[in-house]
């Protein structure tokens, strides 16, 4: 079954603290493995898209990176306004719907 | 570039009464998507259009949910009898042809009551 996983449930960090997001995932044809950022209230807004084992993308303090089970999510010095929810979701099927993690509650202190 | 735009942004019913809400999507995504988030949760997929044919549906949408999307431009989604557990987020999230990357509109929000 396909499914993802995404570790911790909530993460506090000091500013300037870097830290790590993880996502583990199960589909038996990756189409597309996707970041979101969601603040409250809202809906989810798009970061990233890697497609193969070995990419990464950057913007700003977030660098995205794949292997063939998971996907990892790196704050480098963390600023108040990065705090949100980070969402992790893949494409595995033609039809194109996205299968969702919970989410990482990012809250990060000045 | 007018992202995914969707109306009401929140509605409140009783139980029982119906509603209905509207999604537009970016202009020219061919492809849209509707999905239900309640709290703690990431988003669940409904149902999805290419064009106007609905193409697929989650075993989540109930037989009191329906969904158009009249000459492939926007959408809307009714839920008839509403029930308390119907309370959730609702998301619409389009793509253009040939891609993957799905923009989500800012979401209704509902609450029964």
């Known amino acids: 079954e396909d499914q993802v996983t995404q570790s911790p449930e909530a993460l506090r960090l000091q500013e300037g603290e870097s830290s790590s997001l993880n996502c583990s995932y199960t589909?038996?044809?990756?189409?597309?493995l996707f970041w979101y950022r969601q603040d409250p209230g809202k809906g989810p807004e798009f970061l990233f898209t890697?497609?193969?084992a070995g990419e990464e993308k950057e913007k700003e303090r977030l660098k995205a990176t794949l292997t063939k089970k998971e996907s990892f999510l790196h704050i480098t010095a963390p600023k108040p306004e990065d705090s949100a929810t980070y969402l992790c979701?893949?494409?595995?099927?033609?039809?194109?719907?996205?299968?969702f993690g919970k989410g990482t509650k990012l809250s990060v202190k000045p | 570039d007018t992202g995914v735009s969707q109306d009401p942004r929140h509605k409140i019913t009783k139980r029982g009464q119906n509603v209905t809400f509207r999604c537009d999507p970016i202009?020219?995504?061919?492809?849209l998507y509707w999905y239900r988030q309640t709290l703690g949760q990431g988003p669940e997929f409904l149902t999805y259009?290419?064009?106007?044919?609905?193409?697929?549906k989650s075993r989540l949408l109930s037989d009191r949910f329906s969904a158009e999307r009249p000459k492939g431009s926007f959408s809307t989604l009714e839920i008839q009898r509403t029930e308390q557990g119907d309370s959730a987020m609702y998301l619409c999230?389009?793509?253009?042809?040939?891609?993957?990357?799905?923009?989500f509109g800012p979401g209704t929000r509902l609450l029964v009551l």
């Open positions: 979701a893949f494409s595995g099927r033609s039809q194109g719907n996205l299968i």
């Open positions: 589909v038996s044809g990756l189409r597309g």
């Open positions: 890697l497609y193969s």
């Open positions: 202009s020219e995504h061919n492809r």
């Open positions: 259009f290419q064009n106007e044919a609905q193409l697929e």
């Open positions: 999230a389009s793509i253009p042809g040939g891609r993957e990357t799905q923009y």
